[in-house]
Structure formats: structure tokens, C-alpha cells
């Protein structure tokens, strides 16, 4: 199961143009270069395995805002681990995985909708535009190998329930095994839980994202 948290990581990498990871005993490092995002570290067991003190070591040595802690495992448990400054988000996310077919996946469009798709510097984007013009929903996929990193999907509330979130998916996944990658991975919401369930993806983990925010903030 480790060898799915770094495939995570070093598809993310790709995916949002960080710097290369550095390996740490408990997981790794990224550096993002955010004002609200400078860094991450990401811890590589997943449930049970997870060991707590070594997280309490990462969070403590944390004197900075704007970094952020991946842990996998639930926020109830994670949160107690944290000291003043930490803000946990409460709802948990889910890493996720699922096997990439041959082939080319069905991926019909509602009437009126147009789609595009581009690949720039290893990371694949699919647009759906509304009538209108406007952004109805998009996604990316970063594929590192074998395995390949699904990231940014998003559905915009007034087209959700048209099946653009299964269009989105369905072309990133025929994207991402056509470069030979054969097990997509992924970090998902609550709210997309459901979706990728639907299109056979299998959780591994829970996850949970806590942000340094401050002593006088959290």
C-alpha cells in the first residue's frame, strides 16, 4: 500500500507543478510555494499503521503558517494528535484507487456541451464548457508510469447531476491508460466519493489534511 502513497505524491507533484519530493523516514516532503500552501508533508502508512508519534514529531517541529500535514487516517483520531495552531478539516477525504482498461471508455456529452482536451508538460486537462461558454466542469490526470494521478475534479453546482463528473472521468482514465499506466490513484472529497465509486474506483484509506495556522488563529 505504500507504493500507492507515493504514486500519489509523485503524480501531485506533476499534476500542480511542485518540487520534486524529498523522502523522509515517516513519508515525504513537498515543496509548493504557496502563500497558504508552502509545504506539505505526507505520511506514507495508511490506517492502523499510521504511527502517531511521529506524526506529534512532524506536527511539533511545524512553527510555520501554511503548512500542511496528509495523514492517512481519520480526522477524529489525527486531530488528537495535533498541538495549538493546527486547523483540521473535519470531513474526511479518501485515497482512492481503481484499475485503468484498455480501451476507450464511454463518455457521451449532454446535447449543447463542448469538450476539450490538451495535454501540456505530462499532465492531461479536460474542459467541459456549458452553452454558454462558461465552465460547466473540469479535471486533470498526471501519469507517472504505471499508475497515474486524477487531481482538480470538479463539477460547477448549477450543471451537477448531467453526468459531466462521468465524462470528466471516464476521458481522463481513457487518457491515462492510453500512455500505458494501469492503476489510477486519487485523493477525493466526501462529495465525490459517490461519483468515483460509481465508476469503479475502491477506497484505501481515509485522509486527513490539517494546515498550521497559528497559536493565535486556530
Not at 506529534?56 to 492517512?72: E, H, N, S
Not at 473535519?90 to 482512492?96: I, K, N, S
Amino acid at each position: 500500500m505504500n507504493d500507492i502513497v507515493q504514486a500519489w505524491v509523485d503524480g501531485w507533484v506533476v499534476s500542480r507543478g511542485a518540487a520534486p519530493p524529498q523522502r523522509e523516514a515517516w513519508g515525504f516532503t513537498v515543496d509548493v510555494g504557496q502563500i497558504a500552501h508552502v509545504s506539505r508533508h505526507v505520511f506514507e502508512a495508511l490506517g492502523d499503521g499510521v504511527d502517531e508519534g511521529a506524526v506529534r514529531k512532524v506536527a511539533d517541529a511545524v512553527t510555520g503558517a501554511g503548512v500542511w500535514l496528509k495523514v492517512f487516517h481519520d480526522p477524529e483520531i489525527v486531530g488528537k494528535w495535533l498541538g495549538e495552531g493546527w486547523w483540521v478539516d473535519p470531513e474526511p477525504g479518501y485515497l482512492m484507487t481503481v484499475p485503468l482498461a484498455d480501451g476507450r471508455a464511454e463518455a457521451d456529452v449532454p446535447d449543447s456541451y463542448r469538450t476539450r482536451v490538451w495535454s501540456v508538460g505530462g499532465v492531461t486537462r479536460v474542459l467541459v464548457a456549458a452553452p454558454d461558454g462558461s465552465l460547466a466542469a473540469r479535471g486533470q490526470v498526471a501519469p507517472t508510469g504505471a499508475t497515474a494521478v486524477f487531481d482538480q475534479i470538479e463539477t460547477v453546482t448549477a450543471h451537477q447531476r448531467r453526468g459531466l463528473g462521468s465524462v470528466v472521468m471516464r476521458t481522463l482514465q481513457t487518457a491515462a491508460a492510453a500512455t500505458g499506466a494501469r492503476t489510477g490513484v486519487l485523493a477525493g472529497t466526501p462529495a465525490g466519493r459517490g461519483l468515483y465509486e460509481s465508476l469503479g474506483w475502491h477506497v484505501e484509506a481515509p485522509l486527513t489534511s490539517a494546515k498550521f495556522v497559528g497559536p493565535d488563529v486556530a
